[in-house]
């Protein structure tokens, strides 16, 4: 048996946004999760009843239970709290959490809370462009101090902000519509900025708020090979890791820009307007741990500028290209699922030896999964081998991190159950519960258990592998 440590949290995750519906019940205000996936109602689910989660909490917190789940990772969402982002907070909102995080306590299930996954209130959209303006940091701390005021009693674990490294690639995550286009990277370098700060304001205010309480970041983890042995190659996968998690992680642990990211932003032109007394407040900020989100690897070679594409030119968004330092490219070893995610439980070994020998802070694993088009069967199974087959390898790859020193304190992939997601709808399915409807027919949003679900109980069980 490949055993873990007898207090290693087995779990799994979620968020609100993709797993609750009731999007405007009990005085819920519209999220800009919410307002990008009604773009494409038309072509697959939103975020209207998503997983029903928001009905079916006792059932699925009980399914949870029967899995042997010690942690339940998932996210509060704004708007159920303060649905204008920055105005009156919503008491239904409060009491729903309340009987969410009093459920998995009655279950024997820590409740593991994101506070900011994806799910920016609308309103703060209109009012401020969101996170380009100090308003919104102001908003979210205060945000942030109502929910550890309400459940820090009970809920001692948090995460600040979900994948904000990757969230601020993707305009329309983070409502850069009507940003004119010679403007987008200065205002995006903004609104990064902003992050930071209010993240550091979060992690301050936890840890004076919360008895006992802990706090860090969640990224979304890339690790990135060179095509070949060239040595600008070799650099260029290195700066498109520095520039997609590096960075931030540094921001995160150290309070300040490293020197290659502080020298693009400066070079660029769009360093982001800062005010007197945050270098003070991010350096005062120490998480407590690393969140991974952990699904692929990259490989890269150099992209070098020209007169027509000059330094610093983006292409693309997620996986972006940046001419003057990396071009991402196929990696020819490595198998890839149906949505094109490459396939490499190495690649998780590796990233967390890396985060470990530079950060040294424990970490969890927060997301990690097989998105793919699951099958009902006539009797009413699932049967998701290939789910297995890659959790398996990926526990492995965890199992070896630790071995080779890494202090890792727990696994909760993605995701707890099936969830919209935001491309491909209920096209596309993580859980290790099946939710019996489809992208335009919710049918009996009836709960299913698949193989995995039964594969992970007996790893649970077993505190390990066979």
């Known amino acids: 048996m490949k055993k873990f440590n007898d207090n290693f949290w087995w779990g799994a995750s979620s968020s609100a946004f993709q797993i609750e519906g009731a999007w405007n019940e009990d005085s819920k205000g519209e999220s800009i999760a919410d307002y990008n996936s009604f773009k494409h109602s038309d072509q697959q689910a939103d975020t209207k009843v998503a997983s029903d989660f928001y009905h079916h909490y006792q059932e699925d917190i009980k399914l949870m239970k029967q899995m042997g789940m010690k942690a339940y990772r998932f996210s509060i969402a704004w708007t159920r709290i303060i649905p204008d982002g920055d105005g009156i907070v919503n008491q239904a909102g409060i009491d729903f959490y309340n009987h969410v995080i009093d459920e998995c306590l009655a279950n024997d299930i820590i409740p593991f809370v994101t506070l900011y996954h994806f799910d920016l209130p609308l309103a703060l959209v209109k009012k401020y462009n969101g996170w380009a303006s100090r308003d919104c940091v102001r908003a979210f701390r205060r945000y942030a101090q109502i929910c550890f005021k309400a459940f820090g009693d009970r809920v001692k674990n948090w995460q600040v902000i979900n994948e904000q490294n990757l969230m ?264 290790f519960i099946y939710v019996n409807r489809t992208d335009f027919d919710l049918k009996d949003m009836r709960r299913i258990p698949k193989d995995s679900y039964y594969w992970y109980q007996k790893v649970i069980k077993n505190n390990g592998l066979e």
């Open 168 to 431: 601020v690639r993707v305009n329309e995550r983070m409502n850069m519509d009507n940003v004119p286009q010679d403007e987008v990277e200065k205002v995006r370098a903004q609104m990064d900025y902003h992050m930071f700060l209010a993240c550091a304001y979060a992690m301050n205010d936890c840890h004076q708020m919360v008895a006992g309480g802990k706090i860090g970041p969640a990224i979304s983890s890339t690790m990135t090979y060179p095509v070949s042995d060239q040595p600008l190659d070799v650099w260029a996968a290195k700066m498109n890791d520095n520039f997609k998690t590096n960075y931030a992680l540094e921001m995160y642990c150290f309070g300040k820009y490293p020197g290659y990211y502080r020298h693009f932003l400066q070079e660029q032109g769009i360093y982001p307007q800062t005010a007197s007394g945050d270098d003070a407040v991010l350096a005062s900020a120490h998480p407590d741990f690393i969140a991974v989100n952990y699904y692929r690897t990259l490989a890269a070679e150099y992209l070098p500028a020209d007169q027509e594409h000059p330094v610093g030119q983006r292409v693309s968004d997620i996986d972006f290209d940046l001419y003057g330092y990396f071009k991402i490219k196929k990696n020819q070893h490595l198998k890839a699922t149906e949505y094109g995610a490459q396939i490499d439980p190495l690649g998780l070994r590796l990233v967390l030896n890396e985060y470990y020998e530079k950060y040294r802070l424990p970490m969890i694993i927060t997301e990690n999964g097989l998105g793919t088009a699951d099958k009902l069967t006539e009797d009413g199974k699932v049967h998701d081998q290939y789910r297995i087959d890659y959790l398996k390898a990926h526990i492995e790859a965890c199992y070896d991190a630790i071995q080779d020193g890494v202090e890792l304190f727990g696994y909760c992939p993605w995701s707890v159950m099936d969830i919209l997601s935001s491309h491909q709808g209920f096209k596309k399915r993580y859980g």
